[in-house]
């Protein structure tokens, strides 16, 4: 089946730092792809989606200045945590559609544990 | 508004059967997803409806009443490693993924 692949998987980081999480489709081209966040014991909050050569989407509430999203190619797209604080330790994931159908299963990459210290 | 409701937990026995339901309102209906998330990783592709009835995939199995809003996912000859949160999405209009908030399974001996 199609791979997702996501890195880091874990990451802590100094407050005030920032940091990089990629997200990689390996085996298919992904016009999209979606971040989420998820907080312990809560279900998956999307907080952006991605879309190739273009801006992205970001959910109210989200800092699309603090969360930056590169999406350059059909395989690659980028989350960028800028001037990480402690409050955005949570676990983030990325997922993305095969660009065959919008009607498919959303693969999703390992998800990458944040702790800002 | 959009809304995915589904039971915040549940319990069963080894060897035995549960299902878990999932009711929806949402914008549009573009297929059902369920998705199992063990703690602290991702989650992984279960099963996909997007026509009325039931879909058999060896011990899961996924139904759909789109009338209704309403979909369960049957768990049979239950595993210790099927402790898990099970997650309802669906797929609305613009094809974006509404999620449930997750329906924790604990598996007792």
């Known amino acids: 089946g199609a791979v997702v692949s996501q890195h880091p998987s874990r990451v802590i980081c100094k407050s005030g730092t920032s940091v990089k999480i990629e997200c990689r489709s390996l085996d298919f081209q992904a016009t999209t792809m979606f971040w989420y966040r998820q907080f312990p014991k809560q279900s998956l909050m999307l907080m952006a989606t991605?879309?190739?050569?273009?801006?992205?989407?970001?959910e109210q509430g989200v800092e699309k200045d603090k969360f930056l999203i590169n999406h350059a190619s059909l395989t690659l797209s980028t989350l960028t945590v800028t001037s990480a604080h402690p409050e955005d330790s949570s676990f983030y994931i990325c997922?993305?559609?095969?660009?065959?159908?919008?009607?498919?299963?959303?693969?999703f990459g390992q998800g990458t544990r944040l702790t800002v210290v | 508004g959009q809304n995915i409701d589904q039971p915040t937990e549940m319990t069963a026995t080894e060897g035995a059967i549960v299902q878990i339901n999932c009711t929806y309102q949402t914008s549009g209906f573009n297929g059902l997803f369920w998705y199992q998330q063990h703690a602290g990783e991702a989650p992984t592709f279960l099963s996909y409806?997007?026509l009325d009835g039931l879909e058999e995939k060896g011990r899961f199995s996924s139904f759909l009443s789109r009338s209704k809003g309403y979909s369960y996912l049957l768990l049979k000859e239950l595993q210790m490693k099927d402790s898990a949160s099970y997650l309802c999405?669906?797929?609305?209009?613009?094809?974006?993924?509404?999620w449930g908030a997750g329906t924790k399974l604990i598996i007792k001996p």
């Open positions: 999405a669906v797929s609305d209009s613009n094809y974006q993924l509404i």
């Open positions: 409806n997007v």
């Open positions: 991605s879309n190739e050569g273009s801006k992205a989407t970001y």
């Open positions: 997922s993305a559609r095969d660009v065959a159908g919008a009607d498919t299963e959303a693969f």
